[in-house]
């Protein structure tokens, strides 16, 4: 069963815009971790935040957690068509290394 | 460092027959993990190895098995195959020792007929 709620389900926007999607989680974690996917491909890691940090950046992405409230977001500046692809959340749970990933949002950017 | 593959990438097999997976992690890396996607269920867990033994295992039938070799590459297993066991199989690797970030192959699509 998925752990992770990620909302919105599908976000399209313009190119140049900002793309947000955030992530709820229901148990105590390590780590958060955001992966990009393109067309069913494999996933690409995109940001890892541990449990003890509360923002991360790299480059035009933010991450930031919430673990009071079991939550995180993912900010995507400047959006470009590149862009385009489906944005999961993964936690790796305190009980073990397996990786629980959330239903995703497909972002699509408009040119 | 060459990423993790996985053959093959695509995959047509018949209901009833079984099917092997292969999955060669990142070098230096002794952890593989895999996943099975559906458009139903989404990303799902089926099994951690780390130094050739199963550490973990998701909530999946015992048609689903796995091994890892002295040298990392893992295989996975499915008999008796089932029209729902059609999916995208992913394979991911970690260098353990640290933050467990997962580096992802391309997967293997299988079709089951």
């Known amino acids: 069963s998925q752990q992770g709620e990620e909302d919105p389900q599908a976000l399209s926007i313009q190119e140049g815009e900002n793309a947000t999607m955030n992530c709820s989680y229901k148990t105590s974690i390590n780590n958060l971790q955001w992966y990009r996917q393109n067309s069913g491909r494999g996933l690409v890691h995109l940001i890892l935040?541990?449990?003890?940090?509360r923002e991360k950046h790299s480059g035009r992405l933010r991450v930031t957690l919430d673990t009071s409230k079991k939550s995180s977001s993912l900010l995507i500046t400047a959006s470009r068509a590149a862009d385009t692809a489906s944005y999961f959340c993964a936690t790796e749970e305190t009980s073990g290394s397996r990786l629980t990933f959330g239903e995703g949002t497909q972002l699509t950017v408009n040119p | 460092k060459a990423g993790v593959t996985q053959t093959p990438r695509y995959l047509i097999k018949t209901r009833g027959q079984q099917v092997t997976l292969s999955c060669s992690p990142i070098s230096g890396h002794r952890s593989v993990s895999w996943y099975q996607q559906t458009p139903g269920q989404g990303l799902q867990f089926l099994f951690e190895?780390?130094?050739?033994?199963?550490?973990n295992k998701g909530n999946f039938p015992g048609r689903f098995s796995g091994r890892q070799f002295s040298n990392s590459r893992s295989e996975m297993n499915v008999s008796t195959l089932e029209l729902g066991d059609s999916a995208l199989y992913l394979c991911a690797s970690s260098f353990v020792g640290g933050i467990n970030e997962q580096f992802f192959g391309p997967g293997t699509r299988l079709t089951v007929l």
């Open positions: 190895y780390f130094s050739e033994t199963q550490r």
């Open positions: 935040i541990r449990s003890n940090e």
